[in-house]
């Protein structure tokens, strides 16, 4: 029983079924696996979501253009934007990742630790369980996070995600309010700009933030 594997996770599982067992549901979308290689769960990442769209890419060379010891945070969207894909950055909430699942919208979900960051797809929900269910480039099966827990740990990063839909399904995003959208942009815009030595440039958008 989850009562007594002696983890907080499990025995978090059981309180959460327990107080969800007649209220709660689940959504789930088939996004395929791409198993990363080293320091590329970004565009792993990035194209499981593409295929899911119907528009795949090759993992490899898209590692080739955006990768260098690892994604750098504006490559993504970049790359995203540039091949013709509707992108919008913003804040994880529990509210707008069962609303984006609902509406058949995967996501990517960036983790960051000291040290370390990692990129991968959040492809449904259990409101039973609690937890988000999640592909994760480096391991075959389907992960689980506890939706509470995972906003807690990552509060000071955000948790940042990342979207992007062809254009042309932009009216799946109607009503939809993203958090923070308005300042992720503005970031994006200062990496971009630091990106390119624009320093000024940079500094300006900064004030503006």
Not at 87 to 103: C, G, Q
Not at 174 to 186: A, N, T, V
Request: aromatic content about 10%; overall charge negative; proline content about 5%.
């Amino acid at each position: 029983k989850a009562d007594e594997a002696g983890q907080e996770y499990f025995a978090t599982i059981a309180r959460n079924i327990r107080a969800n067992r007649d209220s709660g549901r689940r959504s789930y979308l088939e996004v395929g696996f791409q198993r990363q290689h080293y320091h590329t769960c970004a565009p792993a990442t990035l194209s499981v979501l593409a295929a899911y769209w119907g528009r795949p890419v090759d993992h490899l060379e898209l590692s080739e253009e955006i990768c260098y010891d690892g994604t750098p945070g504006h490559e993504s969207r970049t790359w995203a934007k540039n091949n013709g894909w509707l992108v919008r950055e913003f804040t994880l909430s529990r509210r707008v990742a069962l609303a984006l699942i609902d509406r058949g919208i995967p996501f990517a979900l960036t983790t960051i630790s000291p040290g370390s960051g990692h990129m991968q797809a959040v492809i449904g929900y259990d409101t039973v369980r609690g937890v988000l269910e999640v592909r994760d480039p480096y391991i075959r099966q389907d992960l689980s996070f506890l939706i509470e827990q995972v906003l807690e740990k990552y509060v000071s990063t955000g948790p940042s995600c990342m979207l992007m839909i062809p254009p042309e399904k932009g009216a799946l995003l109607d009503e939809i309010e993203l958090p923070d959208q308005e300042l992720y942009d503005l970031l994006y815009q200062i990496q971009c700009s630091l990106h390119e030595h624009k320093r000024t440039a940079a500094v300006e958008v900064f004030q503006e933030m």
